[in-house]
């Protein structure tokens, strides 16, 4: 019986350039396919200004990609930046009640709690990032689970992004006759494709300027310290009049 083959599709929905990127997994490795990119529309100063235009960039890369690739892309991941982003650092607290060992379902609870932060109007959380557990007053814990404890803290990072832009986005991506699997922020994408993990893990900072916005994330042993987003962008050094 033959295996379905699997398949990786990105999507960068750049404000000047739309991309995306075809790749096959095999034996564990992802062997790369076909590339697309063209002109961005729909777009004002990093965020969605017409969703149709949008949408339509989104069908021409599409279009292209499958064309190269030589297969019908039904789904993508889908990069998420701009101005709208934001980082901020979290904790979440699990009292055990007495001393004992530490199993995943702590981990997933204190995890849990973590994530359970009071948002403002318009802002939901796209992603959380452990950096440390703190074992009955302990911290710099990467992995405790078996320890023997009876409080398990965890200081995470959340990035955060707006409501209206996520959803203006998946919009989009659907009127493409794309499934969005997932939406991942476009500075940690950017970090996974131009930093090395022993590098994450000695400490790196990754700058992306965008035509419209720029993304920054950094790293030290491996954990996100800082996500972050802002309007200073390549227009800025390009357009004299801006």
């Not at 004002?44 to 019908?72: H, K, P």
């Not at 009640?97 to 709690?113: A, K, L």
């Amino acid at each position: 019986m033959a295996v379905k083959p699997i398949y990786g599709v990105g999507l960068d929905a750049g404000s000047k350039t739309t991309r995306m990127v075809v790749c096959l997994l095999e034996g564990g490795r992802m062997r790369f396919l076909a590339y697309a990119a063209v002109e961005s529309q729909g777009w004002l100063r990093g965020r969605i200004a017409d969703q149709t235009a949008v949408a339509e960039s989104f069908m021409t890369a599409l279009r292209e990609a499958e064309a190269r690739a030589g297969i019908s892309v039904e789904s993508a991941t889908v990069g998420l930046g701009g101005p709208t982003v934001r980082g901020a650092n979290g904790r979440g607290v699990l009292e055990l009640g007495y001393v004992r060992e530490i199993d995943q379902r702590d981990v997933n609870r204190v995890v849990d709690r973590a994530s359970r932060v009071q948002l403002q109007e318009d802002r939901m959380l796209l992603q959380l990032f452990p950096q440390d557990f703190v074992v009955d007053d302990h911290p710099g814990h990467r992995d405790p689970l078996g320890m023997l404890a009876s409080r398990l803290e965890i200081n995470v990072h959340l990035v955060t992004g707006s409501v209206q832009e996520h959803t203006s986005l998946i919009g989009a991506v659907n009127h493409a006759h794309l499934l969005a699997e997932e939406t991942v922020f476009e500075g940690l994408a950017s970090c996974y494709a131009a930093v090395l993990p022993e590098e994450r893990r000695e400490g790196a900072a990754v700058v992306d300027i965008g035509g419209q916005s720029t993304e920054m994330v950094v790293y030290y042993g491996d954990a996100m310290h800082l996500a972050s987003s802002v309007p200073v962008c390549g227009d800025h050094s390009t357009r004299p009049n801006w």
